[in-house]
């Protein structure tokens, strides 16, 4: 099938004031912003969008950072490539379920060129980024002109391909605090093919008390099974200030899917993705707390 891409008129920037600029002055237009641009040339292609404007601004070198402290916590820049993030040592020391996580990202050239928080701001309900940063307890900054917001990344995304990025603004950070002592964090997913998109994900947080015994903070964020990535809030609650043991784990498993409101579709229906769910939860959830257990 032949592809066509329609006329637009292209707008580089060259600084983060220049970007917000551009944003403020095209707000009420039909525009794009393009950093990657792994989903939107895809899109385009098709014809799925037409913009009159394409914002790029992947020449924000200043967007392009992972960092990290004790009191800050990890900080990503809106330009930092899923490879990057796959293959920081801050990212593989820190928090190797990002790692992990980043290896199951489509494919190399993908990662190479896709941005991570271009992947959060396309809001597809199954982008794999979506579980791990709600267990991580992850805030996304966004700007406009003159201001700036932090949400919670569990906010983020608020329907299919929808966000809270209003017109005139554009996400510039993701920040992720430290972890406590004796916290383990895991994710998995499921797709039919290595590197597509899940049919379900799942993440999990457990932080342990000084003794290791006891549960004192759970994180639990699922993919797929929902407009947006969901946070299981009740399954959380079922395993904080409790020994965690197997048959608990199924409980929150089972909780955890009862969360969720997947929809049917080709590749699988809304119950066997409700299942799948509480599959993949109890089984990171193990993980997380053995992975807790050592820390």
Known sequence: MKTIVTDFEYLPAKTVEEALELLAQHKDDDYKIIAGGQSLNTAMKHRLITPEYIIDIKGLSDLDYITFDEKSGLRIGALTTHRSLEKSPIIRDKYPVLAEME????????????????????????????????????????????????????????????????????????????????????????????????????????????????????????????????????????????????????????VASEETSPISGIEASAEYKKDLAGTLVKRVGKEALARAQKA
């Not at 050239?109 to 199954?126: F, I, K, Q, Y």
């Not at 809270?164 to 383990?184: F, K, N, R």
């Not at 639990?220 to 969901?230: K, M, R």
Request: charged share 25%.
């Open 103 to 254: 290896e199951n990202v489509a494919s190399v050239e993908t990662r190479n060129w896709g941005t991570v928080v271009g992947d959060l701001c396309n809001a597809d309900p199954a982008v794999d980024p979506g579980p791990p940063l709600i267990a991580l307890d992850a805030k996304v900054t966004i700007a406009g002109k003159g201001e700036e917001r932090v949400v919670d990344a569990e906010e983020f995304a608020v329907d299919f391909f929808e966000t809270l990025v209003q017109p005139g603004e554009m996400v510039t950070e993701i920040q992720i605090p430290a972890l406590p002592p004796h916290s383990g964090v895991c994710f998995t997913k499921y797709s039919q093919i290595h590197g597509d998109y899940a049919l379900a994900s799942a993440a999990v947080l457990i932080t342990l008390d000084e003794s290791k015994k006891k549960c004192v903070n759970a994180r639990i964020g699922l993919g797929g099974v929902g407009n947006a990535p969901v946070r299981a809030k009740k399954a959380e609650e079922l395993l904080k200030g409790k020994e965690i043991t197997e048959d608990l784990l199924a409980q929150a498993a089972g």
